[in-house]
């Protein structure tokens, strides 16, 4: 049966066309969970809008043995539960299915890997056996073991022909060392240029269009620097706890977890400079460039300017939560931090004296991104002797998730004889302008790596540079325990420590608006 797909080209979010070519796709940890959840439901759904090539196959590999109708049964109950769009088209996924075979194989048995690569060759179209992303859903430990066993199979090859593409997923390393020696692996039988580290936070649409915003419009572009801005927030707050990811936690923590990656996204695509264009090597430079702008810290600055904090038993949304050091899986002495509030300066041109404050935490009030950029304050002296408050300074809001949107925070009259201001809020939601379609990260960021746009992926400089951020905060704490004033009750917005944060520079959190 023919692919539903009558196009090789899609359709990009700027009215480019996008030429997708033939290719097949290898999911390594076929039978892990982000298949089953993200994988197959993206890319049934880019099938079902007829975004996918014309000629494709998916490759699942794995230890467990199976068929190809069995894993293919598999991923049908799985998609049953996690596709975003319900039910299920039986049409579709009966189309789609015939593009999925299984390949059953040990990650560090050679002969498996040849018996991919005589599968591939097996699908009669040259490019389905030249033209291959390599999707790696397993433990960054055995990314050095597949990268070698692929390229000794000869289906990987830094020149021609045809194209070859590793895709890999976070944590990328623990540290800067661990970084280097990953990007070393996937870099000796690669290019640079054919590795896609994936930050699914830059598949979201909201993120994305954070660089449309601010090069669009110029009414806004203009205000987006020192002159203007008084300070920045991004907030990423979760509602639930650790849950049963404790021994990870344990590793990790907050700033690993989140600010190695997300938050340092966030900041480089909300501060960088203007690109030359939108070309990926030209984004990606300016982020770059903006990550190495913010100033280093030693100890003393981590002592001053990063706050971490731990929860304790609390109530969220009236349902009672336990201490972190109650979880499954965690030392109960734990010092590891699941909040964290920092104040980074970045030494340029556009940003000097500028704060930017970042904080994110587990078990907070409620689950929400978004970046607040807090305007200066108007002069008080026109309006001090007729109005009993203090002018609000104007400020706009990211909403990255949920309830997606822009806000615009400015000062209006209150109807009525007397001279009274207030804040009001000009706000436009993506629901209510675009409708309530907004595409998974996956399948944006997967139909990128076929594509070979890298602009939505992080290169390896870019890991690099944010790990030496993390690392020299995580060595401001070493062999520091947690304060009083660095705990706080599940269900708040973090520990005092981080209002002291602000504080000191006469600024205070907002909280997140749910529209």
Known sequence: MSNLNSTDKVTGGNGNQKHLETCSIVIFGASGDLTARKLIPALY???????????????????????????RQELRTALDQFSRTKPVDDKVWSAFAE?????????????AYARLEKMLGSFGDLALHENLLFYLAISPSQFGVVVEQVHGAGLL????????????EKPFGHDLASAKTLNQELTKYANESQVFR??????????????????????????????????????????????????YYEEAGAIRDMVQNHMLQ????????????????SVRNEKVKLLKSIRPLDSEDVAKQVVRGQYFAGTVNGQLRPGYRQETKVKPDSNVETFVAMKFLIDNWRWSG??????????????????RIQFRPTP??????????????????????????????FNGKVPGSALGLRPVRMHFSYDAEFGAYTPEAYERLLLEAIAGDATLFIRRDEVETAWEIVDSIRAGWANKPLTNREFYAAGTWGPIAAEDLLAQSGHVWHEPVVQ
């Open 157 to 168: 090859k830094k020149d021609g022909p045809g194209w070859q593409r590793i895709v890999v």
């Open 99 to 111: 593009h999925i075979s299984y390949c059953q194989g040990d990650l560090t048995d050679a002969a």
């Open 198 to 247: 994936i930050d699914h936070y830059l598949g979201k649409e909201t993120v994305q269009n954070i660089l449309m915003f601010r090069f669009s419009n110029s009414i806004f572009e203009r205000l987006w620097n020192r002159e203007s801005v008084d300070h920045v927030q991004i907030t990423v707050s979760e509602k639930i706890g650790v849950g049963d990811r404790g021994g």
């Open 354 to 371: 500028v704060p930017f404050y970042l904080r994110t935490g587990k078990n907070l009030p409620q689950s929400a991104s978004e970046v």
């Open 45 to 71: 759904h880019l099938f079902k809008e007829n975004l996918m090539p014309p000629t494709f196959r998916v490759v699942g590999f794995a230890r467990r043995e199976k068929t190809d109708a069995s894993w």
């Open 380 to 409: 008080n002296v026109l309006f001090a002797a007729q109005c009993d408050s203090h002018v609000d300074a104007n400020a706009l809001t990211l909403r990255l998730q949920p309830n997606e949107g822009i806000s615009l925070r």
């Open 266 to 281: 966030v900041l480089a695509l909300i501060a960088m400079e203007p690109p030359v264009s939108l070309e990926a090597e």
